[in-house]
């Protein structure tokens, strides 16, 4: 698994490259212990048949609101083993 430190896009879809040469079980693990050390979770993932990749939702609990807000997308391609972020 290799980290991008610096922002990198990727030529084919246009997302930041946040790992490369990652499984998705790692890389949802490797998600969720990042964005919980930022007070956010994963909302849900679902599959994007047009696109062919898994989308990933993030979320923070407002406690002020008591509210869910929606954070930054991911996105994690099976085929190249890349999740990227919008």
Do not use: Q
Not at 20 to 41: F, H, K, P, Q, T
């Amino acid at each position: 698994m290799k980290e991008f430190r610096c922002r990198c896009i990727d030529d084919k879809t246009g997302y930041e490259m946040v790992l490369s040469e990652v499984s998705y079980n790692m890389a949802c693990d490797w998600l969720d212990r990042c964005i919980r050390e930022e007070g956010s979770e994963i909302a849900r993932i679902e599959f994007n048949t047009d696109k062919g990749l898994h989308e990933i939702f993030t979320e923070t609990w407002m406690e002020d609101t008591h509210e869910y807000i929606p954070n930054r997308k991911f996105y994690y391609d099976e085929k190249r083993g890349y999740l990227m972020g919008e």
